[in-house]
């Protein structure tokens, strides 16, 4: 059986489930985030996540990812009565985590989403010592939930 290594094709031709992969975290104080760390281990943070999501394109599972800006600059956006966009400020300093990049991925079991989550929890931080960041993994689902 020849595998499809193309990393984005749709997962009904390739895989059964789909997760997303988020990673989440407290807010940085200002000057303790990546930011403040040493430019030897940004760029050795940085070489591991281009190497992982290459590893992940190679296996075939890579449906996308992205790194995300964090505070202050995102913002939330609602539709006013007259359905045009309200931009305020946020998320706002009293939220506890933040999103800070995504994997989607597409393989057979929830315990193959679970692998990976692991493998990037322990990209590396301040002095190569892995951050064991927290990785939310959530199923994507290809419709809503039965009323049955």
């Known amino acids: 059986e020849q595998r499809d290594t193309d990393a984005f094709t749709p997962a009904s ?5 789909r997760f997303i992969l988020m990673m989440t975290g407290p807010a940085a104080k200002p000057g303790q985030g990546i930011e403040a ?14 190497k992982f999501n290459g590893e992940l394109k190679a296996e075939g599972v890579l449906a996308g990812a992205e790194g995300l800006d964090y505070p202050p600059k995102p913002r939330i956006v609602r539709a006013t009565r007259e359905r045009k966009p309200s931009v305020t400020d946020g998320p706002f300093p009293e939220t506890k985590e933040f999103l800070f990049g995504y994997w989607i991925v597409e393989v057979d079991t929830p315990e193959q989403a679970y692998e990976i989550a692991a ?4 990209a590396p931080g ?10 939310e993994v959530r199923q994507i689902m290809d419709a809503p939930p039965s009323l049955d």
């Open 13 to 17: 031709s390739r895989r059964t489930m």
């Open 37 to 50: 760390w040493p430019k030897e281990d940004i760029q050795a943070h940085m070489a591991f996540m281009h």
């Open 119 to 122: 493998r990037a929890s322990a």
């Open 126 to 135: 301040p002095g190569g010592v892995p951050l064991n960041m927290p990785i």
